[in-house]
C-alpha cells in the first residue's frame, strides 16, 4: 500500500487514453479543468474540448445536445457544483431522456479539505441516486478509476462518477477488472462485514488488519457501484456475518449507507452502523484532520465494529 | 432534400397556420387542460418551420442531415404535436390522447416516448443550452443542418438562457438560430409587471448575436427571418417575434388567464366558427 494516486488524476490520464482510442469522446468543463485533470485531454484534443465557463446548468444542457448527434461527452467540474447547481438540468434532460452523458465530478466529500464546507460535496450521491436510469459509481483507487472510466464508455447510459482531490492509496490489484454494479470482496468476515466505497476502502481496510489483532474477523467489500448496487454481495456479507458496517465519505442519508440499509431492510434485515458524515456540513482544515474530526478513520471503524458486536 | 410539403406559397402557409390553430384547440378541448394562449402566439412561426423552412423526414425522424427543432417552451406541447401530426410523424388521431394515460402526448414533450420530439422539454430555460450542444456536433461532424429553438419570452428570465447566450457567440454557433414568442404575458400577468425584459434585441444583440425583430404573425416576414439567419455566418441569430398571446381567437388574444387554460366545449365552438 504504498503508491497514492488522487483518482482526478487517474482520471485526467484515463480520459486522454479514451480520446485516443474514440473520436466520438468530447469532453466539457465549467472553468476548473485545472483542478478536474480534463485539462490533459484539452491540451491534446482542443477541437474535441469545450470550456463552458462558469456556468454548470449550461454544461449539462450542451453535453446533452452534443449526445444527441451521436458523441459521448463527458461533463466534468466539482461535485457540489455538478450535482447541485445543476441538479435540475441533470433530471430533467439527462435522466428524464436517459442521455448518453458521463457526468464525473471531482472533489467531492470533505477531503476537498481547506475550502470548506461550500466546496465539500457531502450529499451528491443521495442527488444522483434518487435519479432513475441514473448509474452511480465511486471508485476507490487510482486503479479503479482508470477501470471505470473505460467501462462507463462502453456503456450506453446516464453515469454519474465521484471522484476526489486528495492523494489515496491504491489498494485494488494491478489484474482487477471493474464491473459496472459488481462488488469487490477483498474478505467476507465471520464477526462482521464492512461495505465501503472511494477512499473509505482503504481505511476500512486498516481497520479490517486492526480488528483481526484483536480476533475479531471483519471483512472488506468494496462496493463501486452504489446504484444498481450488487444485492448478491450485500446478502453475502449479511449472512456470513449478521453485521453490516457502512463505510463512506458522504453524508450518512441517502448515500452508500442508505442504499444498503433500504436493500437489507427489505430482504435480510441484520443490524447495521453507519459511518459517515453525521447530518452535518464541513468545515476548513488539512483533510487528515477532517477525517479524524468527522470520525472517519480506521479507529472509528474500529470502534463502531465493536459497538456493533456489543464488545 | 425530404421535405414534406416545402412551400414558399403564403396563402398555403397562412392556410396551413390556420388548420394548425384548429387541431390546437380541438386537441386542447378534449384534453380539457393545457397550454391555450402560447401555442396559438407561436403557431405561425413553427409552421413556416415544419412546412416550409425546415429539411426534415417524417419517415425518418432520425435523419442525421435534418434540421433540428427543439421547443424551448415545453408548455407549447400542442403546438409541436400539431405540426408533427400534420407533417406525418404520426397518426393525426393521436392528437386526441393529449394529457391521458398511456398516451405518448404528455403533458409537456417527452422525447422518448414520440418520434420527431428531439429532447424532452418543460422546464423553462434549458432548450437553448440543448441546442447548442447539437450545434456544435453537427458543425464537428462537417453537417450544415441548422437548429432552430423556440423559447417564450418570460422563460428568459431563468439565467441559463443567459448562459447558453454567451456559449452560442462564444462558439460562433452561426447553425442556432431562435425564436423568442414576444407575446408579452406569463402566468402571472404581463412580462413588464412580473420581471421586464426589455429592450429585448438590444440585450440580445450586446451577447453578440444577429438580432431580427419581426411581427409574428406576419408569414412573409418570417420566412424572410429565417432566410436572413441563414446567410449569416460567424455568430448564432435570435429572431424577436412579436406576437399576441392566443392569437387567432378574438377572446383568447391578449387574455393572460389562458396562458394555461384549454377551451370549453362552448368556447371551442365559437373560436372555430371564427377560424373557419
Known amino acids: 500500500m504504498g503508491e497514492r494516486i488522487a483518482t482526478r488524476d487517474a482520471y485526467g490520464d484515463a480520459l486522454l487514453e479514451l480520446g485516443k482510442k474514440r473520436k466520438e469522446v468530447v469532453v466539457l468543463d465549467a472553468d476548473l479543468s485545472g483542478s478536474t485533470k480534463t485539462a490533459k485531454f484539452a491540451k491534446v484534443f482542443p477541437e474535441r474540448f469545450y470550456n463552458i465557463g462558469i456556468s454548470e446548468q449550461d454544461l449539462i444542457g450542451t453535453a446533452s445536445g452534443l449526445s444527441l448527434t451521436g458523441k459521448l461527452p463527458f461533463a466534468s467540474t466539482f461535485a457540489v457544483f455538478e450535482t447541485g447547481r445543476a441538479w435540475e438540468q441533470i433530471r430533467q434532460t439527462i435522466s428524464y431522456s436517459s442521455l448518453n452523458v458521463k457526468l464525473v465530478a471531482t472533489h467531492s466529500g470533505i477531503t476537498v479539505a481547506e475550502d470548506g464546507a461550500s466546496h465539500q460535496a457531502i450529499e451528491d450521491i443521495a442527488l444522483m441516486r434518487v435519479l432513475p436510469n441514473m448509474t452511480v459509481i465511486v471508485p476507490a483507487d487510482g486503479i479503479e478509476t482508470k477501470q471505470v472510466i473505460e467501462a462507463i464508455a462502453d456503456f450506453y447510459g446516464p453515469v454519474y462518477v465521484r471522484l476526489g482531490r486528495s492523494k489515496v492509496p491504491v489498494v485494488m490489484p494491478d489484474d482487477y477488472k471493474f464491473t459496472i454494479g459488481k462488488a469487490y470482496k477483498f474478505h467476507i468476515g465471520k464477526d462482521a462485514n464492512i461495505i465501503a466505497a472511494g477512499i473509505m476502502v482503504s481505511v476500512s481496510l486498516d481497520a479490517m488488519e486492526m480488528l483481526k489483532k484483536e480476533g475479531i474477523d471483519a471483512g472488506v467489500i468494496n462496493m463501486p457501484t452504489v446504484k444498481p448496487l450488487d444485492n448478491d454481495a450485500v446478502v453475502e456479507a449479511a449472512k456470513a456475518s449478521g453485521l453490516i458496517v457502512t463505510a463512506e465519505e458522504h453524508s450518512v442519508i441517502g448515500g452508500l449507507g442508505g442504499a444498503v440499509c433500504e436493500f437489507l431492510a427489505e430482504n435480510y434485515p441484520v443490524p447495521i452502523k453507519r459511518i459517515g458524515i453525521k447530518d452535518t456540513f464541513g468545515c476548513s482544515g488539512p483533510s487528515d484532520e477532517l477525517m479524524k474530526l468527522y470520525e472517519l478513520t480506521a479507529d472509528d471503524i474500529v470502534r463502531t465494529v465493536k459497538q456493533g458486536l456489543k464488545r | ?276
Request: charged residues 20%; negative net charge; proline residues 3%.
Open chain 2, 1 to 276: 432534400m425530404s421535405q414534406v410539403s416545402a412551400s414558399n406559397d403564403i396563402a398555403f402557409l397562412r392556410e396551413q397556420a390556420k388548420t394548425v390553430r384548429i387541431e390546437i384547440l380541438k386537441m386542447l378541448a378534449e384534453a380539457g387542460s393545457g397550454h391555450t394562449g402560447g401555442s396559438l402566439s407561436a403557431a405561425d412561426v413553427a409552421t413556416v418551420l415544419y412546412f416550409s423552412k425546415m429539411r426534415h423526414n417524417p419517415k425518418d425522424p432520425a435523419w442525421k442531415e435534418r434540421d433540428r427543432f427543439i421547443l424551448s417552451k415545453g408548455h407549447a406541447a400542442p403546438l409541436l404535436y400539431t405540426v408533427l401530426a400534420l407533417s406525418g410523424y404520426f397518426d393525426r388521431s393521436l392528437l386526441n390522447t393529449l394529457r391521458k394515460i398511456g398516451s405518448p402526448l404528455q403533458g409537456h414533450p417527452c422525447s422518448k416516448l414520440l418520434p420527431g420530439v428531439e429532447i424532452s422539454t418543460g422546464s423553462l430555460g434549458q432548450g437553448l443550452s440543448i441546442a447548442n450542444g447539437i450545434a456544435m456536433g453537427l458543425k464537428m461532424d462537417g453537417i450544415n443542418s441548422r437548429v432552430y429553438c423556440i423559447l417564450g419570452d418570460g422563460e428568459t428570465q431563468e439565467g441559463q438562457v443567459w448562459e447558453a447566450a454567451m456559449t452560442a457567440a462564444h462558439y460562433r454557433l452561426d447553425n442556432v438560430c431562435a425564436i423568442i414568442d414576444n407575446n408579452g404575458l406569463q402566468i402571472d400577468g404581463h412580462c413588464c409587471d412580473v420581471m421586464a425584459l426589455e429592450p429585448i434585441a438590444e440585450k440580445w444583440d450586446a451577447f453578440g448575436w444577429h438580432v431580427i425583430d419581426i411581427d409574428g404573425h406576419d408569414i412573409k416576414a418570417i420566412l424572410g427571418a429565417f432566410d436572413e439567419a441563414e446567410g449569416i455566418k460567424g455568430k448564432p441569430t435570435m429572431i424577436v417575434a412579436r406576437t399576441v398571446k392566443g392569437k387567432g381567437v378574438s377572446f383568447f388574444e391578449g387574455k393572460v388567464q389562458y396562458h394555461g387554460m384549454a377551451p370549453t366545449s362552448e368556447e371551442l365552438e365559437r373560436a372555430l366558427k371564427e377560424l373557419e
